[in-house]
């Protein structure tokens, strides 16, 4: 006969093995991740280009043999780089050293605000450090030696996250990461194309908002980079100090790329990120068959659609990529719009796909830009700029300013637009898109010979001026709520109702106060606000069942009816 006693014993002795085990299995890992993953850099016989000294002409300009970087009257920097992949890397950080450092104290802190525990923090580290594991082997040998070329650059003062190759080389992951871990689009951008009769001079533009916010710091030092490499075309691209990848950029050939953030499931492991896949499609292809063929080749992790633009076409289309699945979607018509989900006939259909139209804005968003390309008629490039910087909701609605449900979502890392037949762009400046565009003709840059100071190499009769609402009454209450938002985030305590009257058409401005007072224990108060909340246009079915289930709660903790 089993006694009781007998039976815990074996119990436990299960339970001590089974400990025992899972204990072996983690350290395993552990070892496996800190001594078995190695990320080596990649193998030169020349290193000759760190031998070289960047030379500072005035304040604002530095030069390093035919390279350059300046900081422009209008807030933008502006970079000019050449040579083979290890020679532009060491140019890029040589040349922007103090950017390429400050960017990633910036990076880190708005990191560590997401990621407050220093336990999970460390655990995050090994996460990225496995999940990333052959991030090298899917990233070409070019980019690994213009990455390890900036590398060099990078502060000493985040040696607990990685080695500084690794740190580099990682962050061009940052926007796959953000999948990986939260299944959803860090990036929720907007763009569209016009041409023939859609434009008033028929000529083919592009437009797109960059909605990447890793917080205000980051996107104060934007870089307008013009590259002139050994092998392929040359281009320029909006980007931050250290980021070799692409998200907005046109080549010499009239082609752009943009990227939009798609649905994405958990995956297993890293492939070539997203940014690395833009950057070789607008290095080397010259019409949308090509950029499709290098989209083919590249395995991604997570979901992407790739708006190009092709002079050579005279058109646009939508490469659609998810880690299994290649699509392109071509309107019948001559626009094209793309925000955060597919179109195509492949895709469209995905049950990723039909979730992320039924939960997130971005239908709303493609709406809103029906709405607005319908009532322009023939678009142009004003009427493209004043598209991005639309604060407004379907019909014209006033659904607050920053909600997510807008074109203009305030929180832009830049916004751009493209006209390829005269190889001329247009970039944002502060504050997001509401700031003058600055007007730039490739051709006129690159023929350039070297850079003088002082000499600013904008197209000056082609800026766009600063949007008007920067001077409105209700600008100046959204930057108060913004002040009191990151308030209540500090644990500070704020005027709750000049909150709600900062910007009383938001439904988060509800959901702010709500919070504050759950958090205060005044549940009659908080669920009152939440019940406004739902009154008001609100982003995401994710948000609202939030604001349900808070006055759920707030009702049972205040015993309310």
Known sequence: MVTRRKIWRILLKSLLGLFLVVFIL??????????????????????????????????????????????????????????????????????????????????????????????????????????????????????????????????????????????????????????????????????????????????????????????????????????????????????????????????????????????????????????????????????????YEIASRRKMFVSESFLIGSLADGRAAVIEKTPDQLAIYEPSENILLCTNHFQSELLDKSASNEEQKTNSASVYRYQRLQELITQNKYNSVFKTVQILRDLKGLNGTDIGMGNEKAINQLIAHHSIVFQPEKLKVWVSTAPWQLGSFIAYDLNAIFDLEGIKPGVEIMDKPDIIDADPVLASTDFQRFMKYRAMKEAIKNGEIVDIQKLITSNPNHYHAYVLAGDYKFKAKDYKEASRFYSEALRKEIATIEEKNYILDQIEKSKKKGNLK
């Not at 991740?33 to 300009?61: C, M, W, Y």
């Not at 923090?121 to 213009?146: S, T």
């Open 26 to 291: 983690l350290l395993g890992l552990f070892l496996y991740v800190h001594f078995g993953i190695k990320t080596n850099p990649p193998e030169l016989s020349d290193t000759s280009a760190l031998e070289q000294s960047r030379t500072e002409l005035d304040a604002n300009t530095f030069t390093l043999g035919n390279n350059w970087f300046r900081k422009s009257n209008s807030g933008l920097y502006e970079m000019y780089l050449e040579g083979d992949a290890f020679e532009r890397g060491v140019a890029y950080g040589k040349l922007t050293q103090e950017l390429v450092r400050r960017q990633e104290d910036h990076f880190t802190e708005q990191f560590l605000q997401m990621v407050p525990s220093k336990s999970y923090l460390h655990l995050l580290k090994y996460f990225i450090k496995w999940f990333n594991r052959n991030m090298a082997d899917n990233v070409p040998l070019e980019y690994q030696k213009e990455i390890y070329g900036v590398s060099f650059a990078a502060s000493d003062d985040h040696e607990a996250i990685g080695k500084k190759y690794h740190r580099i080389l990682n962050y061009h992951a940052a926007h796959d990461i953000g999948h990986a871990l939260q299944s959803m689009a860090l990036v929720g951008c907007t763009s569209f194309a016009t041409w023939d009769e859609q434009s008033e001079d028929s000529s083919l533009i592009i437009g797109r908002n960059f909605d990447f916010y890793v917080g205000d710091k980051f996107a104060e030092e934007k870089i307008v980079a013009f590259y002139k490499p050994n092998e392929g075309h040359r281009f320029m691209m909006v980007t931050w100090a250290g980021f070799v990848g692409v998200v907005s950029g046109m080549n010499e050939k009239g082609l752009t790329v943009t990227i939009n953030a798609a649905k994405s499931s958990m995956p297993s492991g890293s492939a070539t990120p997203v940014s690395i896949v833009a950057r070789e499609i607008l290095q080397y292809a010259g019409n949308i068959a090509e950029a």
